[in-house]
């Protein structure tokens, strides 16, 4: 959540929320949920539509209007939804518990700023500031509402592009032995060259004694047959490593299939922090999550969602 305006002079008829992400995500499927205090519950729902356009550095945002007199004055909270998960849920006025629906369980985050029934209708509360993620901005208003476009103050900073070129290694680690040969696991990895994802292909390798010892007699000159590879298939979300961590923390997870995945995490309040969504290979996957991503130290569960699939662990971060 971006930007929204909900209360001004007579009728409130220019209310919206405008919502930023990822240019190209496409937010059909997704929704704005609105709860009243009285009672913590949903009062109004917005299916969503529409995919959000590149405005500055791969980052944009898309302003959806409600009917006049929809969003309540004084004290109320904004969910908005994607899918199954809190994306962002903010409260004006003040905070307190959502429940039903999506957030269910959990109290919105106040931003400590209202808006007033004597206001124009020309004005928003809005995220300013320089960064990536919704964390690096803060709320700030009523100003001049820009809906549908940037705020004037927000600037969203350019991606990491000066990193280290791209690594391919691998262990091995022997996991069994016997008469008949030896099986080593080799765990390969490839970092991107920003250095904070990478790809791990892990493969299970038996080989033949008899075979090794041809080969060294040979001189390494002919060649020798062909180790057998098992790859490590299906469904599993791994404990992070370390855990807790200071710095940054390894979230590995295993695909039976190459398939677009999301990994969220939440804080534990069940607000959503980041994700990252897109396409993984078959077998393992490895993330790395940065401390200085993350809001603050405590308690944060990431939870792994595939097409027919899903798990969800918990993390602890130290500072």
């Not at 405008?18 to 917005?46: M, Q």
């Not at 690594?167 to 091995?172: G, H, I, M, Q």
Request: aromatic share 8%; with cysteine.
């Amino acid at each position: 959540i971006n930007e929204f305006h909900y209360a001004q002079t007579g009728v409130d008829n220019n209310e919206f929320v405008e919502v930023a992400g990822p240019s190209g995500t496409n937010l059909t499927g997704s929704t704005i949920l609105l709860y009243r205090p009285s009672d913590g519950k949903v009062y109004y729902t917005l299916a969503l539509s529409g995919s959000i356009p590149n405005q500055s550095n791969g980052k944009g945002v898309l302003s959806f209007a409600f009917p006049s007199e929809t969003i309540i004055n004084g004290i109320g909270a904004i969910c908005l939804v994607q899918g199954s998960a809190v994306m962002d849920f903010i409260a004006y006025g003040s905070s307190f518990l959502a429940v039903n629906d999506a957030a269910i369980g959990t109290t919105p985050v106040n931003i400590g700023i209202t808006e007033s029934d004597a206001g124009p209708n020309t004005v928003s509360i809005q995220r300013t500031g320089n960064g990536r993620l919704a964390n690096t901005f803060a709320w700030t208003g009523p100003a001049a509402s820009s809906a549908g476009s940037l705020n004037t103050g927000q600037t969203i900073a350019p991606r990491p592009a000066n990193g280290p070129a791209p690594t391919v290694s691998y262990t091995d680690t022997p996991i069994g032995s016997g008469p008949c040969g030896i099986t080593i696991l080799r765990k390969w990895k490839a970092t991107d060259n920003c250095g904070l994802m990478s790809a791990i292909k892990t493969q299970q390798i038996r080989i033949n004694p008899a075979v090794l010892a041809e080969a060294e007699e040979a001189d390494e000159t002919e060649s020798q047959q062909e180790p057998e590879l098992k790859e490590i298939a299906g469904y599993e979300l791994y404990q992070n490593v370390p855990n807790p961590f200071d710095h940054s923390t390894n979230i590995t997870f295993s695909l039976p299939e190459t398939m677009r995945a999301r990994l969220s995490i939440f804080d534990v309040n069940g607000r959503l922090v980041d994700y990252i969504e897109q396409e993984f290979t078959k077998g393992l996957n490895e993330l790395t999550i940065q401390a200085s991503e993350l809001n603050a130290q405590g308690v944060y569960y990431y939870k792994l969602d595939t097409p027919d699939w899903s798990a969800t662990k918990r993390m602890v971060l130290i500072k």
